[in-house]
């Protein structure tokens, strides 16, 4: 192979590597980290087209809310493109306290009259 390949080849080892442990182990904070290393590791054209591809990925409205949370710091959560428990964690870590609690109580209207009563008797719980 010639030099071309051996000057990128383990910068983007390592790259594909951080991207396999952050779809094996699937938590925010290994997406996080997967991040900086790709910042690290791959130029700011790569890291572009990386970005181009995964948003192609995506439904348009779920990209839509991947950018716009991503540069404009988003007043909603993301789709759950991890778990929902760990998008919401996330989320509910840099909200604003409004926006909390009007997902709230959005999210408690949704519920069930079953997971509604559920839902109260776990915060009664937790209160007492």
Not at 4 to 20: E, G, N, Q, V, W
Not at 71 to 95: K, Q
Request: with cysteine.
């Amino acid at each position: 192979m010639g030099t071309k390949y051996t000057k990128f080849a383990d910068p983007h080892k390592r790259a594909a590597r951080s991207l396999i442990y952050a779809l094996t182990l699937g938590g925010f904070d290994a997406w996080q980290a997967t991040s900086a290393v790709w910042a690290a590791r791959l130029t700011d054209k790569e890291g572009a087209a990386l970005s181009f591809a995964a948003l192609k990925s995506l439904e348009p409205d779920q990209a839509a809310m991947v950018v716009e949370t991503v540069f404009a710091g988003g007043d909603t959560p993301l789709p759950p493109l991890l778990s929902s428990a760990d998008e919401a964690v996330h989320w509910a870590s840099w909200a604003g306290y409004d926006d909390i609690k009007a997902c709230t109580l959005a999210g408690f209207n949704r519920l069930t009259a079953q997971d509604q009563t559920a839902f109260l008797d776990h915060v009664e719980r937790r209160a007492a």
